[in-house]
């Protein structure tokens, strides 16, 4: 680029970084640097190219270190942090039963406050800079506001799924859970002015039903309405196992997928989570009607819910995108090793080590994620213009080193300890193990332990 660069004032200069940039040419800029001024990447370029006009609040030496965009979770529970560990295996519908269900209905806004502070902690440690909560358990107002409020005062940017259930007392929905879809859509507008039109891009939020056995074909219908009148997207957990077609079956005679197609529930708007139990032909079906998916490997096996077929669904036209689901089903919320484990599985799956690279899965880690999200012209790749979200990769560790692919590295020899620096939105919130956020590590474990008293009895 042309540099007109008398004293450009930047807030942090990260110099000297091999930067993994993911934008649309997946250019990887060997020896860079990058000014961020504000919350935005003001200028990224090559060595080559710096000048010593540039005055930075904060130099950061990157020598030998590499920068990725942050990565971007999809698909959580918050709340679920604090059930790590509880209900080990068990499958679905058991570990909902036995875990998921009694504790989310003693969920207050404040349990759900302090597992957001943890989740912004734990994510921020490995590389995420933005979390999406699919929110579901609404058995008293305003739950959802402690999720946001945390991430909001952490720093980390968020996503509220604002889930809701109409039906499916029958089929295990708890009935404190019931609202009408309009009770819901009032909600995401109470929350929307709230929240995300303060939040400068900090917090977005989103409707749609928790589960397909909890929403009748008036709610589906509803849904996509509100979604299409008020351009605000939505999701779902879309057959993560048989269940779905059983309860749906049962109640229309016909499978959760056709189901979907009839209402025009499947849309690009739509962001289905899970997706395992498909058919080829569900699979272009969802494919061709531009419905992004949320892949959570580790919970998939987790739970022994079976192989979400990715391929098949990228090679339909469907974007996917990577969660690690709630941390109960996970047992974690680290975005590293989503990476590894969401590339193994498919490896396996497909006996063939081809059909999925490292940088597929960076990819949908982040510009693509950023896509899903809808949230592409802010983030998922290092540009100038972008909001800088980033992390600052550390390969001189055991597990990392020699280095011949960062991409490689990063996806297959890496841990939390290779993450050095976590910024979002132009602030450091992680740095050589220090938690920079408005709450550190030793407040939120104290609280939490509190908490864990009162909520397991
Ligand atoms: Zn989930």
């Known amino acids: 680029m042309e540099l007109n660069t008398n004293n450009i004032k930047l807030d942090i200069l990260i110099k000297n970084a091999k930067i993994i940039t993911m934008n649309d040419n997946?250019?990887?800029?060997?020896?860079?640097?990058?000014?961020?001024?504000?919350?935005?990447?003001?200028?990224?370029?090559e060595m080559d190219n710096y000048n010593e006009n540039f005055?930075?609040?904060?130099?950061?030496?990157?020598?030998?270190?590499?920068?990725?965009?942050?990565?971007?979770?999809?698909?959580?529970?918050?709340?679920?942090?604090?059930?790590?560990?509880?209900?080990?295996?068990?499958?679905?519908?058991?570990?909902?039963?036995?875990?998921?269900?009694?504790?989310?209905?003693?969920?207050?806004?404040?349990?759900?406050?302090?597992?957001?502070?943890?989740?912004?902690?734990?994510?921020?440690?490995?590389g995420c800079t933005m979390v999406a909560d699919f929110f579901y358990a609404h058995h008293?107002?305003?739950?959802?506001?402690?999720?946001?409020?945390?991430?909001?005062?952490?720093?980390?940017?968020?996503?509220?799924?604002?889930?809701?259930?109409?039906?499916?007392?029958?089929?295990?929905?708890?009935?404190?859970?019931?609202?009408?879809?309009?009770?819901?859509f009032e909600d995401v507008e109470r929350l929307i002015n709230k929240y995300e039109v303060k939040s400068d891009g900090m917090m977005k939020i989103w409707t749609g039903p928790g589960v397909t056995w909890g929403i009748s074909k008036r709610g589906l219908e509803a849904t996509v309405e509100y979604s299409k009148s008020n351009n605000i997207p939505y999701s779902i957990h879309l057959l993560e196992t048989e269940d779905d077609n059983t309860h749906i079956k049962k109640e229309y005679n016909k499978k959760a997928i056709e189901l979907m197609e009839e209402v025009g529930f499947l849309t690009p708007n739509l962001l289905a989570a899970h997706c395992v139990k498909l058919t080829d032909e569900e699979c272009e079906v969802l494919g061709s009607n531009g419905v992004n998916v949320a892949y959570n490997a580790a919970s998939n096996m987790y739970l022994g819910s079976g192989i979400p077929p990715i391929i098949k669904l990228k090679n339909s036209g469907s974007k996917i995108s990577l969660g690690t689901d709630g941390a109960a089903s996970n047992n974690s919320m680290d975005m590293i090793e989503t990476l590894k484990l969401s590339a193994l599985l498919q490896?396996?799956?497909?006996?063939?080590?081809?059909?999925?690279?490292?940088?597929?899965?960076?990819?949908?880690?982040?510009?693509?994620?950023?896509?899903?999200?809808?949230?592409?012209?802010?983030?998922?790749?290092?540009e100038e213009g972008k909001k800088a979200d980033l992390f600052i990769f550390n390969p001189e560790k055991p597990k990392s080193i020699p280095i011949h692919n960062p991409v490689a590295t990063l996806v297959y020899s890496s841990s939390l300890e290779n993450v050095?620096?976590?910024?979002?939105?132009?602030?450091?919130?992680?740095?050589?193990?220090e938690f920079k956020t408005k709450y550190d590590k030793k407040y939120v474990f104290n609280k939490i332990n509190n908490l864990m008293v009162d909520l397991i009895e």
């Open 55 to 126: 005055i930075a609040e904060k130099y950061i030496e990157a020598k030998g270190k590499i920068v990725f965009p942050g990565l971007i979770n999809t698909h959580t529970h918050a709340y679920q942090i604090l059930l790590k560990g509880l209900g080990a295996d068990l499958n679905l519908m058991d570990w909902v039963k036995a875990v998921v269900a009694p504790y989310s209905q003693k969920i207050t806004k404040k349990i759900n406050y302090y597992a957001a502070l943890l989740v912004a902690l734990e994510s921020l440690q490995s």
């Open 347 to 382: 490896k396996v799956s497909h006996e063939k080590p081809n059909i999925i690279s490292a940088e597929n899965v960076l990819k949908m880690a982040t510009k693509e994620a950023a896509e899903t999200l809808k949230m592409d012209k802010e983030v998922g790749s290092l």
């Open 420 to 433: 050095e620096t976590t910024i979002v939105n132009g602030k450091i919130l992680y740095e050589n193990n």
């Open 140 to 184: 008293k107002p305003k739950l959802s506001d402690g999720v946001i409020e945390g991430f909001l005062d952490m720093g980390i940017r968020g996503l509220m799924i604002r889930n809701f259930h109409d039906c499916g007392v029958e089929n295990g929905i708890p009935e404190s859970y019931l609202e009408t879809p309009e009770e819901a």
């Open 26 to 45: 997946e250019e990887i800029i060997n020896n860079g640097f990058i000014g961020i001024q504000d919350n935005k990447i003001k200028i990224i370029d």
